[in-house]
């Protein structure tokens, strides 16, 4: 059927082999192409299935504003659906994240709040003060509604059980709010999977990875279930970088930081696993929005 909106483009995402990253003797490994969603990022899937179900649960209204915290991939997907929808959008994000993600959110017409480097949750404060007046505002509330990891499992997990035939020995991915990770994890285990989840975060507390949150115990999203994931682990700024760097020049794909830090830790588990096992990594928003960083040229 042909679709009827871009909100019809969501997901269905392509699972793509790397080819020159991975040697003999090391487990196939799969890029989840996360970022090919319609505004950029895996995020275009929760914020329409939040407000899906907000809207047929009767708790958003037509005059809400919708707010959240995004690091900006969110704020980018919820500028383009409230627009699609007809809402009015504003988000709430820290002010060192990069300008490309501003440009594009004012340029979906969503008005950005900026709130201080210095402390990495500032945005989700400010988000959840804001959120107290229910009657202008309707609270998205990646970080707690149960729609963001729903929509991982309906979504994102059923199409890699499709994807993969049901033969995927370890999954990897970076954490923002986990949504992705918890979704993923408890699909593949409902289909009987016993596959190794693994969670990527940033080495560095002030980390350029934007989009995970690095665990110093400040901050644990309400949708987050340790139990789910089998491996943490770290990955820093520069080997994150690097790996994004050469996903473009050897595998022809531009993507986010966010991208190179899952590919490295899938890299290394292909390595331990060895061949015949499968390994996918989440690739979750596309290079573009970092022109202004060192991403290309390196540091
Ligand atoms: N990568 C990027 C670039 C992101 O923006 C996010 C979400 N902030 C993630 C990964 C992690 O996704 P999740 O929120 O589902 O854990």
């Known amino acids: 059927m042909s679709p009827t909106s871009v909100l019809d483009c969501i997901g269905n995402t392509p699972l793509l082999p790397v080819r020159r990253m991975v040697t003999p003797g090391m487990a196939a490994v799969y890029l989840k192409m996360e970022a090919w969603n319609p505004s950029g990022s895996l995020k275009d899937r929760i914020v329409k299935m939040i407000l899906e179900r907000a809207r047929a649960e009767g708790r958003l209204k037509p005059h809400h504003i919708i707010i959240d915290a995004s690091s900006g991939n969110t704020g980018i997907a919820l500028g383009m659906i409230a627009r699609v929808l007809g809402y009015r959008s504003r988000i709430f994000m820290p002010e060192t994240k990069t300008i490309e993600r501003r440009k594009i959110m004012q340029a979906w017409g969503t008005e950005v709040v900026l709130t ?58 970076g954490v923002g709010t986990g949504g992705m990770l918890m979704g993923v994890s408890r699909r593949l285990a409902d289909a009987g999977l016993a596959t190794r989840i693994v969670a990527v975060e940033p080495a560095e507390p002030h980390s350029r990875i934007e989009g995970l949150l690095h665990f110093d115990g400040s901050y ?20 994150a970088f690097a790996t994004a760097r050469r996903m473009m020049r050897e595998e022809g794909l531009f993507c986010g930081p966010s991208a190179g830090a899952a590919l490295f830790a899938a890299l290394e588990e292909a390595r331990r696993l060895g061949g015949g096992k499968v390994v996918v990594a989440a690739a979750c928003d596309r290079g573009e929005r970092y022109l202004s960083t060192r991403l290309i040229e390196g540091d």
């Open 220 to 239: 644990t999203p309400p949708i987050w279930e340790s139990h789910r994931v089998h491996a943490h682990v770290q990955v820093s700024d520069e080997d």
């Open 116 to 173: 201080s480097g210095a402390d990495q949750n500032s945005h989700i404060w400010a988000a959840e003060e804001a959120a107290r007046d229910t009657e202008t505002y309707f609270y998205l509330n990646q970080n707690g509604d149960p729609g963001n990891w729903l929509a991982h499992y309906h979504g994102t997990g059923s199409e890699l059980l499709a994807q993969t035939e049901g033969r995927l020995d370890c999954f990897v991915a």
